[in-house]
């Protein structure tokens, strides 16, 4: 136990100026972004899209954890992986369902990742408020998915499952990079209940700005949790 303590005492997250520098360029390029689809601005969405993905990968890249740990390659894995599902979802086809596809693969790149650091967190007690929830997102939408309802109803296992273990994580390490995971987790569940929500139920007056500003801030912080050193 004091072992355990001890390295939550001594685990911490150094930010450096080039992470704060391509921080400010990820906030910009994703403003870029969003208004880019407000203004229905195609070359620019697609531009400024896989630009602040880019930098948010290079933040997973350049964080101070050594380049051999498993946790920061699996998170440049989910972020690459990423990318693709945005490229798939970008282009004009509809390509949504290979578009999510891709997204569900880095959920579960991004949930190895978590039970790398932390253990796989059994717990059902800890389960029950993500299951509650996905439970309502299928009672609101469920009778509008019609084809689609397989494929959302796995990629739903897959992202609760995601956030159940990156909140497992945060529970058994008390880390600051568990937090910055667990929160950024949260923020992809939101971002993909205004997605789900714009395109199978009522359309979201500024959807953009609530999808992309809580997609991007999601991504974000889970690059940035890669930058926990241990001393």
């Avoid at 039970?115 to 299928?138: D, E, H, M, T, W």
């Avoid at 509008?144 to 796995?154: I, T």
């Avoid at 007056?205 to 926990?228: D, K, M």
Wanted: overall charge neutral; cysteine-free.
């Amino acid at each position: 136990m004091a072992q355990k303590d001890e390295q939550r005492l001594g685990e911490s997250v150094r930010i450096g100026s080039s992470t704060v520098l391509i921080s400010a360029l990820i906030f910009v390029s994703a403003l870029l972004v969003i208004r880019a689809e407000l203004a229905e601005n195609q070359p620019q969405t697609y531009i400024f899209k896989a630009t602040t993905m880019l930098l948010i990968m290079v933040v997973a890249w350049s964080a101070l954890e050594p380049p051999a740990s498993i946790y920061k390659r699996l998170i440049i894995v989910g972020l690459a992986i990423s990318l693709l599902g945005d490229v798939l979802l970008m282009v004009p086809y509809d390509l949504f369902l290979p578009g999510l596809v891709a997204f569900l693969i880095a959920q579960i790149v991004y949930t190895a990742a978590f039970i790398k650091v932390g253990g796989f967190y059994r717990s059902i007690v800890g389960a029950l408020p993500f299951l509650a929830y996905g439970l309502l997102i299928l009672y609101f939408l469920g009778p509008d998915l019609d084809d689609m309802l397989a494929p959302v109803l796995f990629y739903l296992v897959a992202i609760l499952t995601m956030i159940w273990q990156a909140f497992g994580q945060w529970r058994q390490t008390g880390s600051t990079r568990a937090l910055l995971a667990f929160t950024g987790a949260a923020f992809f569940v939101v971002s993909d209940t205004a997605l789900a929500f714009n395109r199978f139920g009522a359309a979201i007056e500024l959807a953009p700005l609530i999808i992309l500003g809580t997609y991007f801030l999601a991504q974000w912080l889970i690059a940035l949790s890669a930058g926990a050193e241990h001393h």
